[in-house]
């Protein structure tokens, strides 16, 4: 089994729908990070998570909002999503005080 | 604040032929260093990694990177390339403490048989 899952694999969607991205993690990591990758611009940081009760933003959380239910679970919602968040989207974990982050098989994610 | 430049977005190579693909950063402290490779269809893996000791690191799969603090590169490097090397690759940077990985827009491996 997969370290760290991401439910759905594929995802379209209209614009302005609400959608909410899953990911799982068996690694026992406290740490955990969403990233999205568009062609041409590697992976940016949109939030990240210390642990349950710290969660912080990246460099784009604009249209973002996650939750960090327990420590194996991060979840990223788009509240209204729109066509410029059509991307790729990773999950990732890492253990506290590690550098070292493990990734997600992603998310393909479609707004038309 | 950290930044992340891979000169080039494609590098086509011929098998059997050596590579590189060049990594430069930038930053005010120091600094973590790390590749990624990306294979079609599927999340990121670590290739290797810089953290202290030898400025010189290698892959168990042949590739190797050397951190070079002076010119702020941390280049990666295979002698022989093989068909099955053919990937996206991600440069990645982190400054001390802050745990946040700063990535580079990625090369684009392909290896022409």
């Known amino acids: 089994d997969a370290d760290v899952t991401q439910t759905p694999r594929n995802r379209i969607t209209k614009t302005g729908k609400r959608i909410m991205l899953e990911c799982s993690q068996t690694?026992?990591?406290?740490?955990m990070y969403w990233y999205r990758q568009d062609p041409g611009l590697g992976l940016r940081l949109i939030y990240y998570?210390?642990?349950?009760?710290?969660?912080n933003k990246g460099e784009i959380s604009d249209g973002y909002s996650v939750s960090r239910q327990a420590q194996a679970k991060f979840s990223l919602s788009l509240e209204s999503a729109i066509p410029n968040q059509t991307a790729l989207y990773f999950c990732?974990?890492?253990?506290?005080?590690?550098?070292?982050?493990?990734f997600g098989p992603g998310t393909r994610l479609t707004v038309t | 604040a950290q930044s992340v430049t891979q000169l080039d977005s494609q590098v086509p190579v011929f098998e059997e032929a050596p590579v590189e693909l060049r990594c430069n950063y930038s930053s005010s402290v120091s600094v973590y260093l790390f590749w990624y490779v990306q294979y079609p269809n599927q999340g990121l893996q670590l290739l290797l990694k810089?953290?202290?000791?030898?400025?010189l690191v290698e892959s168990i799969n042949g590739f190797e990177a050397e951190f070079n603090k002076s010119q702020t590169s941390f280049h990666l490097r295979k002698p022989s390339v093989h068909i099955s090397d053919t990937a996206e690759y991600f440069c990645?940077?982190?400054?001390?403490?802050?745990?946040?990985?700063?990535f580079g827009k990625g090369t684009k491996l392909s290896v022409i048989p």
């Open positions: 990732a974990t890492s253990e506290a005080d590690s550098y070292e982050q493990y």
């Open positions: 990645a940077v982190s400054e001390a403490g802050s745990y946040q990985l700063t």
């Open positions: 810089y953290l202290s000791g030898s400025t």
């Open positions: 998570s210390f642990d349950v009760k710290d969660i």
């Open positions: 690694k026992g990591h406290d740490r």
